[in-house]
């Protein structure tokens, strides 16, 4: 055992110097694929080696290739970073080394999901007599919840989430029909009710809360009324969205959110705990039951009446603990601490939108109503080279994406570090490459 013990020292002590150093490396590595082949490739030896060598080598191998996604000023996609206690119970879920799909696999395992799924609904506004899933992220939570619903007809916003469109597809449903966006991306009320005049079966509308690129939240209230006197399934995509209900200043924006049949949403996101975890809803407890449960004679089966066996409700059968990192992170951020995370990113956000505006050809995409801010300079080709210039610099890192047709660029401040100096510094990156090769006027 005091092999062990002296590589899982060694391994915290290699965590603690990538986090510590944060401040100091570039965001984005600078490596080239041929060097991470040449460092981390060859065949596979035919002897074994020390764990302990193992380890120090993957570290020196790999960090130079490793993104440093846990940093306050990484802006990529939307991801957030880990809250301590998450990391921690982290690495407790891998040396506790549970199966979490059935209650024998780990009866704590079990039950920290039934506490984190209530504390959970209440957080984010879902009715408590909701079932509930703690899947590998959103993708799977869409794909859960539109398995449960598994209607003929199914219609989703233009600017609909791709991994919605790909849950169909996977569940064989086909291609949705698709419902006007405004310029914002969502949903248009008017277009949801004409679409849905002429019933045509059994239906599913897929609403969203927060637009991957600008944050937006379609008409939730008027959809739902429109969903429901069709007597259509609603299922609401909110892979970061849902959190604002956990901001008493941001929770209008999800109003109408309860009244949907599923939930679909993240905690590795906005939660900030280690990838991966996503997490789905459904109203409908029986359904979801009889669409997503597994039965085998040689599964050992707890009374369902008093302990929850994760594969009733999960499309995976063996799988990852999820619940201990989402248990921590609740637990020590406590409501509190979750609201302060959405606020405090939601204003980083604003900042960086009036901030940015003062360079010249900077224009803003999007009303900056969460933690989303989407821009452009005058050109494709311009944009483009300010973000380049952004990413090469090492100081932030942020993607780009194409909008109505133009290149923009994205900032998602997602991550529970992201700080005044880290907003500061990436204005100045920003700066400097809005600058670059001419007189610095300012
Ligand atoms: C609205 C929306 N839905 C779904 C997803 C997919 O989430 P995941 O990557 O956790 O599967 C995202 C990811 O950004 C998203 O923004």
């Known amino acids: 055992m005091d092999e062990t013990r002296g590589i899982l020292r060694r391994t ?46 993957l570290v020196a191998a790999a960090e130079p290739g490793v993104v440093a996604i846990p940093s306050g000023r990484y802006f990529g996609f939307v991801i957030g970073g880990a809250v301590p206690a998450s990391l921690a119970a982290d690495w407790l879920t891998s040396a506790w080394d549970q199966n979490a799909g059935l209650y024998v696999g780990g009866p704590s395992a ?71 966006a405004d310029d914002q991306g969502r949903m248009v009320a008017d277009a949801l009710r004409e679409a849905l005049r002429d019933a045509a079966g059994p239906t599913i509308v897929c609403a969203q809360a927060g637009e991957v690129n600008t944050g937006a939240f379609d008409p939730l209230p008027d959809i739902a009324e429109t969903a429901r006197a069709a007597g259509a399934w609603l299922h609401v995509d909110g892979a970061f969205g849902l959190w604002a209900a956990a901001s008493p200043s941001l929770a209008h924006l999800v ?32 359904a979801h039951r009889a669409a997503i449960g597994v039965q085998a004679e040689y599964l050992i089966r707890g009374d369902e009446d008093t302990v929850r066996d994760q594969v009733d409700w999960t499309p995976e059968f063996s799988r990852r603990a999820r ?43 999007n009303e900056v109503v969460l933690n989303q801010v989407l821009f452009r300079f005058e050109s494709d080709e311009r944009t483009d080279e300010v973000l380049r210039r952004v990413q090469e610099s090492g100081e932030a890192w942020l993607s780009g994406t194409v909008w109505d047709g133009r290149r923009a660029i994205r900032i998602s401040v997602s991550n529970w570090q992201t700080s005044d100096d880290d907003v500061e510094r990436t204005v100045a990156a920003f700066k400097d490459a809005v600058y670059a090769g001419q007189a610095p006027a300012r």
Not at 265 to 276: G, M, R, S
């Open 12 to 57: 915290a002590d290699h965590a603690a110097d990538f986090l510590e150093t944060l401040d100091d490396r570039p965001v984005f590595p600078s490596v080239t694929v041929e060097e991470l082949r040449e460092k981390l490739g060859g065949p596979l030896p035919v002897e074994p080696t020390d764990p302990a060598v193992v380890i120090d080598q």
């Open 110 to 180: 079990s039950v920290i999901e039934e506490v984190a799924g209530a504390w959970l609904k209440d957080l984010l506004g879902i009715p408590q007599g909701a079932s509930f899933a703690f899947v590998t992220g959103c993708q799977m939570a869409n794909f859960t919840a539109l398995a449960v619903a598994r209607r003929v007809r199914v219609l989703c916003g233009a600017k609909v989430h791709a991994t919605v469109t790909r849950a169909l597809r996977l569940l064989g449903l086909g291609t949705p029909e698709i419902v006007a």
């Open 255 to 286: 109003a109408g959110a309860e009244l949907a049949d599923s939930w679909a949403t993240d905690a590795h996101k906005w939660l900030n705990v280690p990838y991966d975890c996503g997490l789905v809803f459904c109203a409908h407890r029986e």
């Open 323 to 365: 619940g201990f990192t989402v248990y921590a992170a609740l637990l020590s951020l406590g409501r509190r601490g979750v609201q302060e995370i959405v606020e405090q990113t939601c204003a980083h956000a604003r900042r960086f939108a009036d901030e940015l505006a003062e360079l010249p050809g900077f224009e803003l995409l």
